[in-house]
C-alpha cells in the first residue's frame, strides 16, 4: 500500500449542487436557478450532475425535467431511495441515469427498522429493473464509514456481477480521515478491481476534500463535489477545491475550467444567500491578499513564493499586497510607487509608524482604498471611524469586510 503513489488514473467530477447543495438548511433553488446553474456546470466541464430527488415532489419533478429537456453534454442522475417507487418516479422524469442509495450501517439500519437482509434482498430487486430502464445505474452505500468492511465486501461481491456501473461510498457523517478513507477504498479495489468506485465525502470534521483526494490516489474513478461544499450541516467536499487540489497535488487535470470557478463560486453563494467566507480556500476574497512584510518581500522578486497556484489559473486577477500591522518597508515602498507618492526614507518611517499603531483598522483601509494613501502619506490626519463607510466596514479587531456591489456576478446570474 503507498498512500503517496502517483496517480495515474482519470477521474469524473460529479456535481450534486442542485441535490445535496439544497438540503442544506434554508437553501431552496428556483427552477430558473436550477436551469441556468445546470447549464453553468455542464458548460464549464462537470462530467455529472444530480439534478434532483426522485421522492421531493412535483416541482423538483418539473424541475428535473426541464433540465433534462436542455439536452446539456453532461450525464443528469435522479437520486433515489432504495424503494420500487423512486425508481419508477426517476424514470417517469425522462431521466436515463439513476442513484440508488442503501442504507447500510447498523445505526441507520435500525433507525429505519431494517437489517442487512433487507439490503440484499432490496439489491436483488431493485437493481434488475433499474438496469431494465437506465442507461446508467449507480449504487450509493449511505453511511459505509460506519459500516464493518465485511459486510461491504458482502455488498460488492452481490453487486460487482449485476452490471452496474458504479458502487459510492458516502462518508455520510464525515467522520473518515484520508488515512481510513485510502486504506478503505484500496482494500475494496483490491478485493474488486472491475468494480468502478465513487465516493461521497462530507465536511463535518473539516476533512472532506481531503479525504476526497485520498479516495482518488486508491482508486475511486468518481467524487462528488457542490459549489462552495453547499450541503447538509458542514456541507461537502467543494467543487473548486477537488478541482484545484486535481491540478496542484495529484498534477492531473480533470477536464474542468478553472478559469471559470472564482465567479461560478459566487454566483452560488448568493443564488443560495450564503456568501463565499473571506478566507475560502480557492475563491475567498482574502486568500490572495499578503501583509507579512517576510512575505511580500519575497513576493517581490517570485510571486510563487508564497501561493500555491496562480490567482489567474481561477480567473481573478493578483491582488495588491494589503498594508497593515505586519507590513515591511518593501510592501510600503511599492505601494506609495503605485499610489504616486514619491517614495522618501522618512515618509516610509511615519507610514510604518502609522500602520504599526493603528491594528484596529486604519491598515486595511490604506491596503484596500488606494485614493487614502496620498493624503495619509503627506501626514494628513484621518479619523478611523470616518473612513470611507461607503466602501468599507472597519471593526475592531482588524476585522474587514468589503461591501458587495449592485449588480455583482450579474452577467453569471442571467
Known sequence: MEPFSTFNHGVEIVDSTLRDGEQAAGVVFSIEDKLAIAQKLAAIGVHELEIGVAAAGPEEQAAMREIIRLGLPSRL?????????????????????????????????QAQYKDGFWVMEQIRSLIPAARHHFEFVSVGLQDASRTELTFLYQICRLLQDSGINRIRLADTVGIWDPIITFETFDCIRRQFPDLPLGFHAHNDLGMATANTIAAMRAGAGSVDVTVNGLGE????????????????????????????????????GLLSA???????????????????????????????SYEAFMPESIGRPREDFVIGKHSGKAALRVMMERWGVPAQPHMETQLIHLVHHHPQGIADAIGRCPRMAPAIGRGVHV???QVDRNVFDVRAGNEFQERPHPGQFADDAQ
Open 77 to 109: 442522475t435522479v437520486w433515489c431511495r432504495a424503494v420500487e417507487n423512486d425508481v419508477q418516479q426517476a424514470a417517469a422524469c425522462g431521466a436515463r441515469a439513476i442513484h440508488i442509495s442503501f442504507p447500510v450501517s447498523n445505526i441507520l439500519l
Open 233 to 268: 450541516r458542514a456541507g461537502n467536499a467543494a467543487l473548486e477545491e477537488v478541482v484545484m487540489a486535481c491540478r496542484v497535488v495529484l498534477q492531473t487535470d480533470c477536464g474542468i475550467d478553472t478559469q471559470s470557478l472564482t465567479d461560478l463560486s459566487h454566483w452560488i
Open 274 to 304: 450564503r456568501p463565499v467566507p473571506f478566507q475560502k480556500p480557492i475563491t475567498g476574497k482574502g486568500v490572495f491578499l499578503h501583509e507579512s512584510g517576510i512575505h511580500v518581500h519575497a513576493m517581490l522578486h517570485d510571486c510563487r
Open 383 to 385: 479619523d478611523v471611524p
